[in-house]
């Protein structure tokens, strides 16, 4: 059992559809009152949905992962990818169920988290490896690497608020690619990529699994490039899994991968 | 208790982020209550990056740059002076006005923008509440911290006047500061840390605090010596933290009594007191601030 990365147990998660009076706006605060004097019976949640006043964003989500699997997350927006995965990186708590994580776990569930706008490139490098949990020495050692693999050597002196979006994607993804994670948690950040930067990330992210057995969970919408990479697949809609396909090697995290085969021979 | 779902010895309670390969992260619903000293302590780098972040950040863009840290007080003063010096001729027992208000500005500018600065910093910074997993009392420890190089250089600005104004200042005076200094930044802090986890829900935080700074601000003794308050309204000083604080500043520097330093002692104590029912608060509605802000 000492290669389990991840299990979680009936993980659910419910938001609130009733509006409370702190989240009206300025308009409907006015409407409400309005209301009120003139005698209607205008009731602060008659606003949001009569019928339904909550939402399971995920529900019964259990599994058990290995280390050393990449697994895709797929389903449509609001079938709940980034819910599941804010609960494991603990940014959320759950409102039913239990996991359990082992080892370091580095979420990278956003561009913008971590990078201010203001400060340049070389800055942002820093600031964002520290959030992501890494010291100022460490980010030191790999600075050249984390700028080499992003390639945007050019940028580094520049405000992050010029660069294009994908740019930062690329500094954003190589910064997480180099932190010592033993799970890894990844948005559908890398769609907005390059072909070339998601190749490289590809083989990143496969090699971090293969040599360091290192789990990988990514929400990816281009079914393609994810089943190049993954090991496993989680179905998600309406917030449950519908289906969990898993890969033929995941019973042996050190073998060989697919996908990693096909990348270098592609190579060669 | 049930068996730990992976067969190990789990960590108990709330999540805290585990060097690599060693330990169990264990997520659970209500996570029982705790102050986790230890997440704290592990994100403790954090704190100077942020500062450093802040203070990069603050003056970019800029043609002063730095200047603007100068700037600010010193016209500040010399309104303050035209205002309540020249036209109002408050009186100061003999202390030129500059000088006077100096000595009370800046702490309380200490106070003020700490307190301003902390309890924004959760809205300001939503996107490492959504997506990001860093200790979040460092967010409001970051805004109150930020304040202090302003402050040094209002120190240093206040030193430069002292010398031209030819007021001796010996040194065991800096030792003597340093309570009110823990005092300003205690209030600061407890503060601000309570209005920033308000703010994540209420938004109206940000349009009241800076009524509420300009309220106080006249309410304590900054532009006038704590004297002129009338003596049954003193023991309220006690309340004020503040009032302490400038009195003190004051006190030590230009050696002028003040009417507020006999309620040190009781204002630190309040305000400690605060300090941990703020702390208490944080704690508990830290858990939903990513589903709330």
Redesign the interface.
Known sequence: MSDLAIRAENLGKRYPLKQFRGSLDFRETLTCHCARVFGARHDLTMLANPVRREHWALRQASFEIRRGEVVALLGHNGAGKTTLLRILSCITEPTEGCAEIRGRVVPLLDVGAGFHGQLTGTENVYVHGAILGMKKAEIGRKFEEIVTFAGVERFLNLPIKRWSRGMCVRLAFAVAALVEADVLLVDELLDGADAEFRRKCLARILGGAVREGRTVMLVSHDLAYARQLRTREMHFAGGRIVSDLQGIHQSNPGARNPGLVALESGLK | MRK?????A?SQGR?V?????????????N?PFSWAWSELWKGR??LG?FLW?DI??RY??TILGLGWAVLQPALGVAVFTLVFGRVAKVPTGGVPYPLFVLCGWAPWQLFARGLMRSSNSLVENQ????????PRLMLPLTGVLSAVPDFAIECLLLLIMMFGYRVRLAPEVVLRMVPFLVLALAASFAAGLFLSAVNV????VGYTVPFFLQLLFFVTPVVYPGALVPSRFRWLSGLNPMANVVGGFRSVLLQSADPAVGRLVDSLWITLGFLGVACLYFRRVE??F??VV
Do not use: F, W
């Open positions: 730990t779902a992976m067969g190990l789990a999540c982020t585990e060097t690599a390969g060693t330990g169990v992260c264990r997520i659970t619903t996570p780098h954090l990056v972040r990069k950040v970019k863009q996107y490492l509440l959504t997506s990001a997993r860093v829900r209420y938004r109206d858990r939903s990513a589903d």
